[in-house]
């Protein structure tokens, strides 16, 4: 079974930075080299929503209110990040790490999440 985890959140004033990070928790499987793994997030009071996705072969997608401003990355061993330049206070929400892409918004495995905090 495997449990990823997000580490990286936090309190930021806007126009800051954070970098998220998922990986297989300790008591996990590994996270497998050969899915596509992505980040979403929930603001209070909202649906979840897409922000990023990198596949395997490391293409990427961004939700349009991030391009230019968050990169996500991934490493051979499994970690993925996001590095997310200035932050807004709409940015504030639970970030969440998703892990083998079943198709739409569906994945095989989620992260607990991490909250992330944006103030003025």
């Known amino acids: 079974q495997v449990q990823p985890e997000e580490s990286g959140g936090g309190s930021v004033q806007a126009g800051g930075s954070l970098n998220l990070s998922c990986g297989a928790s300790t008591a996990s499987g590994a996270i497998p080299s050969s899915c596509t793994m992505a980040w979403y997030r929930q603001a209070p009071e909202k649906e979840r929503e897409f922000v990023s996705s990198i596949s395997t072969d490391g293409a990427t997608r961004y939700q349009d209110s991030v391009k230019g401003r968050f990169t996500i990355s991934r490493e051979k061993t499994g970690t993925m990040s996001l590095q997310m330049n200035s932050l807004k206070i709409e940015d504030t929400a639970v970030y969440y790490c998703?892990?083998?892409?079943?198709?739409?918004?569906?994945?095989?495995?989620w992260g607990p999440g991490t909250q992330v905090t944006v103030s003025s």
């Open positions: 998703a892990v083998c892409w079943l198709g739409q918004n569906h994945f095989r495995y």
